[in-house]
């Protein structure tokens, strides 16, 4: 069984002496020589390939330990002494794994580290797919391998490690940090600190076999080496979110108690409100907000300050001095320090737990400056030096940057979620034909925000839109999109146009929103959006909907189960190539009816099934109040942070009484208004609204005078008594009136302009027998009185 594309030491570690790799058949023949075993014996792998691995050692004959190793049929590991092709004796501390292959004999996997006098130690590790983590073995392994209550703990983060890198086939290096246990660490009390490093091993047909891992003790090396490890954990550890309170705690738990036995990180308060901060750096006493503290004693930042609390510094304090002049600061403290008599709480703490010395610097990226940190000793006897403020100013270097990408993205994200807000409806309008709530839900913070939307727009005859619709993507683009989108299918409601024609239009607006986007030198990519558009009658009881690219709408019956209507899926908008069509449904009163984003049903696990199915049950009671049904459609369907936007709108139909509606057909003959005029008194006299029979009448003789000379018939009048009054006049012409401004000597051309005087709200709507004008005016004490418009006479 051979092994191949397995680097004898791992690439780019600064931790681990040189790992010799080999692999010895049944027959005891070296069948792989890794470099890392030429570098350490200086033999290259036609030296010794399909040579018997006894050679290596010298003619000697084998010692106990390996004898009984090669006898077994388990890992084991040892000390043995080989021959140097130079000639000269090397030590090796040796494990051995056995690998089965595939038929059925033992090969023998052969992980070996040199242990020159003085070197500190050094173990390495082999783990199968089966086993992914072992304690780290080789020269002196008892005192390489990290014990008492961390024993543990070390276990399972290599466990952990070794299983990542099985899945990802990368190489890494993590640090570990354990209590001292003897020598000149127990002594020192100094942490014993253990990188280690992972990488994969193939065989031949590149398949993972399984992961080596290298340990090596450097608490007893020089201090580069030890500043090299904490720099490598600090950027590992430090900005692992773009949260800016867990950035700065991350931050404090790299620099205590390694560095200091307290530190805080203290923030300007235009850093901590999302607003830019200041391009120069303060002067004076300036107002801070603590943002992070962390203590080997946990009582001290008690004494001092809480998280979140507003924290000012005496004026001839080193952290004013550090905000004025953007230069890291250090100093003794004591009775002689100047500005501590002005800060007897802090004096208190600081004499409390004694405090010798404290190093203050700006925490300052990209030429602005964000607050101060401050790092105070007292358990540790040594005063901060030159090079603890050398590593230190590193470190805060780099937890600036992290900290100025949190507060920029959470500045982002916070303007991305205002626009999003405004865009939306901050009150959904009121409506005789539905009851209606809603829930936006935005996505959490890794995620950012999206482009989802709702709306209700009433429409003429008592009807009402009903919209909800998604923009793909995430941000202030996702967000402007839905802007845009929702102003556009507003606009095209209040044309009255069919679901199908109006989603056409903004088809078409979106393909030319990609278009404009593409052709920009430095445009954002455009993005494609679904939405679903339905529009209920409140007379005809029936609900007309088309949908592109969105979920269907949910139907909650009061005697059936929840339907989900069969209605053609167009394709999402911007895609074009495919028609839209509409479908429609008879609903009964009290059904509810469920208006929602993919984010909602995909939130189960991504199961689309599994929401489908939750979703069903929130609906199962649609006479429960909608505002309970909406909380259930969240408890059900969402998790506390769900990974994409979600809207819902939930709407329970009603329905117009019959006899608040009275239709005429009306003959093409000029003698018919006035039998409509009267037709139309007596039926307002029967709603009590005899104080809008003048205005009424006007109208519906000057458009059905229109309807009769300039449209074809069939020509029909209705009536309808809502919470305003509508008129509706229906031919079947498909020429729409225009309002004009008639000359004096103009003897017509003035009804519609009088109709429109009249009226609160007037248009027209096209249908596929021909076209309809309505009007609505308001009852009495809606009535609002219109400014004179001059129309060209006196």
Not at 155 to 166: I, P, W, Y
């Amino acid at each position: 069984m051979g092994v191949n594309g397995v680097s004898g030491t791992s690439p780019g570690d600064p931790f681990t002496t040189t790992t010799a790799v080999a692999v010895v058949d049944a027959d005891g023949l070296i069948t792989y020589w890794s470099h890392g075993a030429q570098d350490l014996l200086g033999y290259c792998a036609a030296d010794v390939v399909r040579h018997p691995a006894r050679a290596l050692l010298g003619g000697r004959a084998p010692t106990a330990a390996v004898s009984r190793l090669h006898r077994s049929d388990r890992a084991g590991k040892t000390v043995v002494t080989v021959r140097h092709r130079a000639g000269h004796a090397v030590r090796l501390a040796v494990r051995v794994c056995p690998l089965l292959s595939d038929d059925g004999r033992r090969d023998w996997l052969v992980l070996g580290t040199g242990v020159p006098a003085g070197t500190p130690p050094t173990g390495t590790a082999p783990t199968d797919t089966a086993r992914t983590g072992t304690a780290p073995t080789g020269t002196d392994a008892t005192d390489t391998a990290p014990t008492g209550s961390h024993t543990g703990t070390t276990s399972s983060v290599v466990t952990r490690h070794a299983r990542q890198r099985l899945v990802s086939g990368q190489h890494q290096v993590t640090v570990t940090h354990a209590p001292p246990r003897h020598g000149r660490t127990a002594r020192s009390g100094r942490e014993r600190s253990w990188p280690r490093s992972f990488f994969p091993l193939h065989d031949g047909a590149g398949r993972t076999l399984g992961i080596c891992y290298a340990a090596r003790d450097v608490t007893v090396q020089d201090p580069t080496r030890e500043r090299l490890v904490l720099l490598n954990a600090a950027s590992e550890h430090i900005g692992s979110t773009l949260d800016l309170d867990r950035t700065v705690q991350e931050f404090a738990e790299v620099a205590v108690p390694q560095l200091a036995d307290f530190v805080a990180i203290d923030l300007l308060d235009v850093a901590t409100t999302g607003k830019g901060p200041p391009t120069r750096s303060p002067g004076g006493p300036v107002p801070l907000r603590r943002a992070a503290h962390l203590s080997i004693r946990p009582d001290l930042p008690k004494v001092i300050s809480e998280v979140g609390e507003p924290i000012r510094y005496p004026a001839g304090s080193l952290q004013n001095r550090c905000l004025a002049t953007g230069e890291p600061s250090r100093e003794a403290l004591g009775p002689g320090t100047p500005w501590l008599p002005d800060d007897p709480v802090r004096w208190t703490g600081i004499n409390r737990f004694g405090v010798h010395t404290h190093l203050v610097l700006p925490l300052r990226a990209r030429g602005v400056t964000m607050g101060v940190v401050t790092l105070l000793r007292w358990e540790n006897p040594e005063p901060f030096t030159e090079d603890d403020q050398l590593l230190i100013e590193d470190l805060v270097a780099r937890a600036a940057v992290c900290v100025d990408n949190a507060r920029r993205f959470a500045r982002e994200h916070q303007a991305a979620l205002t626009l999003q807000t405004s865009l939306l409806p901050p009150n959904l309008p009121s409506h005789n034909a539905v009851e209606v709530a809603h829930r936006y839900l935005p996505a959490d913070a890794e995620s950012g925000v999206g482009g989802d939307w709702f709306d209700v727009i009433p429409l003429s005859g008592a009807r009402v839109a009903l919209v909800v619709g998604d923009v793909i993507g995430h941000g202030l683009h996702a967000a402007a999109s839905m802007g845009r989108l929702r102003a556009a299918v507003q606009t095209l409601a209040d044309l009255d146009q069919s679901p199908d024609e109006l989603l056409a239009h903004v088809n078409d607006l979106v393909m030319r929103l990609s278009d404009e986007a593409e052709a920009a030198a430095e445009g954002p990519a455009a993005a494609g959006a679904t939405c679903v558009y339905a529009i209920y009658d409140p007379i005809a009881r029936t609900m007309v909907v088309a949908r592109a690219g969105h979920p269907t709408p949910a139907v909650a019956h009061l005697s059936e189960p929840v339907e989900f209507p069969d209605i053609p899926a167009g394709p999402p908008l911007g895609l074009g190539g495919l028609p839209f069509e509409s479908a429609e449904i008879p609903l009964e009163e009290g059904s509810v009816i469920a208006l929602y984003t993919d984010g909602l049903i995909q939130a189960s696990d991504q199961d689309v099934d599994v929401g489908i199915e939750r979703l069903c049950f929130a609906l199962a009671h649609p006479d429960r109040p909608l505002e309970e049904i909406c909380d259930i459609m969240v408890r059900a369907l969402l998790s506390d942070r769900p990974r994409d936007d979600v809207a819902f709108l939930v709407a329970r139909t009603r329905v117009l009484s019959p006899d608040r509606v009275a239709s005429w057909d009306v003959p093409a003959d000029p003698s018919a208004v006035r039998v409509v005029r009267d037709d139309v008194s007596g039926r307002l006299s029967q709603w009590n609204l005899e104080e809008l029979a003048f205005t009424t009448e006007l109208i519906v003789s000057e458009l059905v005078t229109n309807a009769i000379r300039h449209a074809v018939g069939p020509i029909n009048l209705r009536l309808i008594h809502e919470r305003t009054l509508i008129c509706e006049v229906s031919d079947g012409g498909h020429t729409s009136p225009h309002l004009r401004r008639a000359r004096s000597t103009d003897e017509g051309g003035r009804g519609l302009f009088l109709v429109a005087q009249l009226a609160q709200r007037w248009g027209t709507r096209y249908t596929g027998s021909g076209k309809t004008i309505w009007t609505e005016q308001p009852l009495l004490g809606d009535i609002q009185v219109k400014p004179p418009i001059h129309n060209g006479w006196d």
